[in-house]
């Protein structure tokens, strides 16, 4: 007089693996989007000390200096110059780069919206300046984030061993 039935019970464990597999697709590309903000070519100064990096700001802008002091924009950043209709891959010099960080920032102010129109913009620049680069091509590039009213900017160094 048995209630039950003879058969196993298994669970089913087809909607877990696909949770699963889709978090791993998730997490690829999010490190591919990182992966392309990021110029291999740059070769970053070595310093003694650094700060780790903050894994918190959500809005970041990189900007690849290469030795010559121009930037190398990443895939997303590129655009296509109105004026002669050739897409633009490479800043050269600071004034364009005042020019695209001011673009930039309007978009980081329609984003944000109206209220906080009087808050500092939201995106962090991320400078990663290759250790061959003269500081007066750097200070040019800080100073054309300074005028695009970027007020966080951030250095990139890597911990010499």
């Known amino acids: 007089m048995s209630h039950g039935s003879s058969e196993k ?12 597999l889709q978090l791993v697709m ?13 110029n291999i070519d740059i070769k970053l100064p070595d310093a003694i000390a650094a700060k780790p990096l903050d ?16 930037v ?3 895939s997303s950043d590129q ?14 010099n ?8 001011k673009r930039r920032a309007r978009e980081d102010k329609l984003a944000a919206g109206a209220a906080n129109a009087d808050k500092p913009l939201r995106s962090v620049i991320i400078l990663r300046v290759h250790k061959e680069c003269a500081f007066k ?11 695009a009213e970027y007020l ?8 010499s061993s």
């Open 152 to 159: 966080r900017v951030q250095l990139r160094a890597q911990i």
């Open 94 to 101: 600071a004034a364009q780069v005042e020019v695209f960080l």
């Open 79 to 92: 655009y296509v110059d109105p004026a002669s209709g050739n897409t633009i891959t490479t800043l050269e």
């Open 137 to 147: 091509d750097t200070y040019a590039i800080m100073k054309a984030c300074r005028k």
């Open 72 to 74: 190398i924009l990443a």
């Open 55 to 70: 894994a918190r700001e959500d809005y970041t802008i990189y900007l690849n200096v290469n030795e010559k002091g121009q």
């Open 9 to 20: 019970c298994e669970p089913n464990f087809t909607p877990l693996l696909d949770l699963v």
């Open 26 to 38: 998730f997490f690829m590309l999010c490190a591919n989007f990182v992966m392309d903000q990021t």
